[in-house]
């Protein structure tokens, strides 16, 4: 099961901030927190992830609560095309050394004119 | 562009037939995953190769089985398909696959959209 929560949709105005939020109460402490997004029915695009601290890059910005239970993503300045499904995945570490990336339903992100 | 590879990008077939999918990761990359999204069930992780062995197994029928091969390409086995079988299957690699150390980040593909009549 997916251990995060998110709005299953929001609206955004071209131009603004989007800014999309994820629980992940359960999270532990080396489990990383990662954001991908998939257009359409196109292949599922990573977008940022992180630990502890917030994290910045081209696409985005991940902002990580202190006790790490919640986190939010800002797109600065939203566009048509980062209409979206976004989704919220904490990274679980299984067996063997390895982990799983466990997607659950997203946020349906409309970006609108 | 993710830099990972699929074909064929969409297939027809009929029930009770056996289809073949393939992969290929990004360049520097060991680990290969497959996914699986349907309309009904979301995106689900069937399988993952690192550098040629099974490092871990999702929610893989039996009648589907995967391999990857020396050149670290990847192929997906789908027999007896039914008509539930039909949906997207998506490739993604990562360079290591594993959970300590460094962080690791899949990539995915752009997916095989598979019908079954």
């Given amino acids: 099961d997916a251990k995060t929560t998110q709005p299953p949709s929001m609206d955004c105005a071209e131009g603004r901030a989007a800014n999309l939020p994820c629980n992940h109460s359960t999270i532990s402490g080396n489990e990383y927190v990662y954001w991908y997004r998939q257009i359409h029915s196109q292949g599922p695009q990573y977008i940022i992830h992180g630990l502890k601290n ?35 995945i904490v990274r679980v570490n299984s067996g063997a050394g390895s982990y799983q990336l466990t997607f659950g339903k997203g946020t349906k992100l409309s970006v609108i004119p | ?89 998506f490739c993604a690699s990562s360079v290591t696959g594993l959970a300590g150390g460094l962080t690791d980040t899949q990539y995915f593909g752009p997916g095989t959209r598979l019908t079954v009549l």
């Fill in chain 2, 1 to 89: 562009d993710s830099g990972v590879t699929q074909t064929p990008k969409h297939l027809i077939t009929a029930t009770g037939q056996r289809v073949t999918l393939r992969c290929s990761p990004r360049s520097g990359d060991l680990s290969v995953y497959w996914y699986q999204q349907s309309l009904d069930q979301g995106l689900q992780f069937l399988i993952q190769y690192y550098n040629g062995e099974e490092r871990a197994k999702g929610n893989i029928l039996e009648r589907f089985s995967a391999q990857q091969f020396p050149d670290l390409h990847s192929e997906l086995n789908l027999s007896s398909l039914e008509l539930g079988d039909s949906a997207l299957y």
């Fill in chain 1, 54 to 88: 917030n994290e910045t890059n081209e696409m985005a910005s991940l902002i990580i609560t202190e006790d790490r239970k919640s986190s939010t993503l800002i797109l600065p300045h939203a566009t048509l095309r980062d209409t979206a499904v976004y989704y919220c």
